[in-house]
């Protein structure tokens, strides 16, 4: 993903964002930046891939000086962490470095509100930058409006350049911002013949220790994790984030339980501290619409075998983590019963994903595989209409 032209051409109500053939990137809204604010732009895309997905979109930071030298790079590690701008000023600080009169180009427009980690804006002004370059708005309302505080503080603002790579790079966050639905995280863990558990039922635990350790690091850091009822009943399962000697992470995920079925009075999901939710519907857009309601932003679903393909089979999946154990088993629960597919032209086509540590990684005797849906219609800004005026927009 690169902004390898210096010419970016799009404007999009990134809000209102689907990937449908009639929203492709606009031919005659044009602005022209340097080559040198596309390859700190570039730099900021690359940057942005070392965070991981979630309630919170990719974004890196790039502050270049006055004679174009990249000073320093930022990017966000997640919800709760430093925004990717806050980050950059954070280490030219820690460095001793001017932003004075200098330009961060970022690949989202700087949030305006007060959530957990502050305003960007107000860093940036503080900071003394003077020029920001931003690819695209904010589509998240308490975030939105960056823009507006920086020029009402003077600092002169552009936005739009590789507009295409940083819708593409967060397309799946912007379709459940827009749809108001969590970002949702599907995981299996699985031997090499695709199966759950066994045939008798057991299946803790196929994965190593080391896929278990980052599994509950994963759960250590959404809002949500979603079971279904059968495997409630049949692995009786805390859901709770832990370290390797049990002891409980900070931050606990809400737990819950989807299907009719009642959860037992004795299960074990239902904890101590009361944050456990029964989800009484077997419809995945219901339960997404019930979590985002209880404050949910990003939901990783566990299993079982049937809750993983109504997810899939609705398409509401924007990440998949598969754990792949050197084993096999020959028979058992397959991690998936059926997609309503009967044809391979009705595949789901699935492309690896470099964000958060790369498309595969060894861990222990196991394989990590991080992918995201594969998207069919290009993002790629069109070439500039002949005789297009340059629209300087945005100061
Ligand atoms: N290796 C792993 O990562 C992993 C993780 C989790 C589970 N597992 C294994 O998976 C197995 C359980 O899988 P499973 O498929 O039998 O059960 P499941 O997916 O856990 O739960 C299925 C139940 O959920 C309810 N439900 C809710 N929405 C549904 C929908 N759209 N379609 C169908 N049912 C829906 C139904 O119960 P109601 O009648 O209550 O509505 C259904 O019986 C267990 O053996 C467990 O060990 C493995």
């Known amino acids: 993903m690169t902004a390898a032209s210096g010419q970016r051409a799009m404007n999009l109500p ?3 964002f689907q990937p449908t053939a009639e929203n492709q990137p606009a031919t005659g809204i044009v602005t022209a930046f340097s080559a040198t604010e596309t390859a700190a732009m570039d730099a900021a895309l690359e940057a942005a891939l070392r965070g991981p997905r979630g309630a919170n979109p990719l974004v890196g930071a790039v502050v270049v000086d006055a004679n ?3 000073l320093v790079t930022g990017f966000h590690r ?3 962490t430093a925004h990717a701008e806050a980050d950059a000023i954070a280490q030219a600080a820690a460095a001793g470095i001017d932003l004075r009169g200098s330009t961060m180009v970022v690949t989202l427009e700087p949030c305006n509100h007060c959530g957990r980690t502050g305003p960007c804006a107000q860093a940036i002004i503080s900071a003394g930058i003077t020029d920001v370059i931003y690819a695209v708005d904010d589509p998240h309302d308490p975030a939105a409006g960056g823009a507006a505080t920086l020029r009402g503080a003077g600092i002169r603002v552009r936005s739009g350049l590789a507009a295409g790579e940083a819708l593409e790079l967060n397309r799946h966050w912007f379709q459940a911002v827009a749809a108001k639905r969590p970002f949702v995280t599907l995981h299996i863990a699985q031997t090499l013949d695709s199966r759950i558990a066994a045939e008798d039922g057991t299946s803790q635990w196929i994965s190593c220790p ?7 690091g994963l759960r250590g850091r959404i809002d949500a994790i979603l079971v279904g009822t059968q495997t409630v ?12 000697s049990g002891t409980p992470a900070g931050h606990q995920p809400l737990r819950a339980v989807m299907g009719l079925r009642d959860i037992p009075a004795d299960a074990a999901v239902r904890g101590e501290d009361g944050r456990v939710l029964h989800l009484p519907t077997r419809d995945p857009r219901e339960a997404l619409s019930q979590l985002y309601t209880a404050g949910i932003r990003h939901l990783m679903v566990e299993g079982g075998s049937r809750i993983l393909s109504a997810f899939l089979t609705a398409g509401l999946v924007d990440e998949l983590i598969v754990y792949l154990a050197p084993t096999l088993l020959g028979s058992g629960t397959p991690a998936l019963n059926g997609l309503g597919i009967s044809t391979l032209a ?28 594969q998207h069919t219609e290009s993002l790629e800004p069109q070439p500039l209409r002949a005789g297009a005026e340059p629209a300087m927009g945005g100061y």
């Open 68 to 70: 174009g030298r990249q």
């Open 78 to 80: 997640g919800a709760g």
């Open 233 to 244: 009943l049949v692995d009786n399962p805390r859901l709770t984030a832990r370290d390797a």
């Open 346 to 373: 009705e595949a789901q086509q699935w492309e690896w994903d470099q964000a958060d540590g790369g498309s595969v990684r060894s861990l222990g005797r196991d394989l990590r595989l991080h992918l995201r849906p």
């Open 14 to 16: 990134v809000a209102e």
């Open 210 to 216: 080391e896929s278990l350790a980052d599994n509950h």
